[in-house]
């Protein structure tokens, strides 16, 4: 109900099939002729479920270590991972994997955004990339319809269970068209702006959507990174969010920030210095999207 693939679907509705995937062979054949112009240290599957099409990828990862045996990084989801997989992946040289817990409640996960993966499915998926020594980053929001504090806390607290080396929060934005912003819209939460109207410039900064707590989720989306990879901080930053958003929590969020895009996309300084002045230069006024 938050992702903008539902409409895709309508928008693509009788045009053939709406997943179109290449062959191994063709991928094969773009990865070298990159490595072969380029100096490549890490492939990056940005494919929404790079593990969702089993025989292809059995397939594909055999080629791969033969034909490329780089580190590679790729988006997986809780319902489509298993023990053995995450062991295929490993040996075929993936060192980081990404997947969406969105929230720690349930009952949010299955009726908000009807997305049907269980806490469980998610614990699981923890587990074996931790056994598989695959690095990983886990999506999350705060800031969803008729979120409490309490759904909130239990979005960190999944979090601490699973171990995410590098646990990603934003705060939930409501895009028109989807499911969700046309409910948020109804029960007069959230009103498109008009021409004119400012509106966040990054989903990690302010969220549109009314709520009475909106400011202790603000805060928490700040702090997530190190409530989920400090524990002990948790009861403390319990009490923080209590106070009014400020430049010392945007500034924690930028570091951890930093710190989880630099590691999780195996990146070299200068990379991530150059991808940080792009993403500054909307702050000076200038009209370019972040990252």
Not at 123 to 136: D, E, P, S, V, Y
């Amino acid at each position: 109900t938050y992702c903008f693939n539902a409409s895709l679907r309508k928008l693509y509705k009788d045009k053939g099939p709406y997943v179109r995937r290449r062959s191994a062979e063709n991928v094969m054949k773009e990865i070298l002729a990159v490595k072969a112009a380029e100096s490549m240290r890490t492939v990056y599957f940005q494919d929404d479920t790079f593990t969702l099409n089993k025989p292809w990828l059995g397939h594909f990862l055999k080629e791969y270590q033969d034909r490329i045996n780089l580190p590679f990084l790729c988006l997986i989801t809780a319902d489509s991972i298993t023990r053995e997989l995450t062991g295929l992946l490993k040996r075929a040289g993936c060192i980081r994997a990404f997947f969406g817990i969105e929230t720690g409640s349930e009952t949010m996960r299955f009726q908000v955004l009807k997305k049907r993966i269980s806490n469980e499915m998610i614990r699981n998926t923890g587990k074996w990339l931790k056994q598989a020594r695959i690095r990983f980053r886990t999506y999350n929001m705060l800031g969803l319809p008729h979120e409490t504090l309490e759904q909130a806390f239990s979005t960190v607290e999944i979090n601490q269970q699973v171990q995410p080396d590098y646990p990603w929060c934003s705060l939930y934005f409501p895009f028109p068209g989807t499911e969700l912003a046309e409910t948020s819209q109804r029960e007069n939460l959230w009103a498109p702006k008009s021409s004119g109207q400012s509106t966040p410039r990054s989903f990690f900064e302010t969220s549109d959507l009314q709520n009475p707590i909106g400011d202790q989720l603000q805060n928490l989306q700040k702090l997530f990174f190190f409530a989920v990879r400090f524990p002990s901080l948790w009861p403390m930053i319990k009490r923080a969010i209590r106070i009014p958003p400020n430049p010392l929590f945007q500034t924690l969020f930028l570091i951890s920030y930093a710190f989880c895009y630099w590691k999780s996309e195996n990146l070299s300084c200068m990379e991530l210095l150059k991808t940080a002045a792009h993403n500054m230069k909307p702050m000076f006024g200038k009209n370019v999207p972040r990252k």
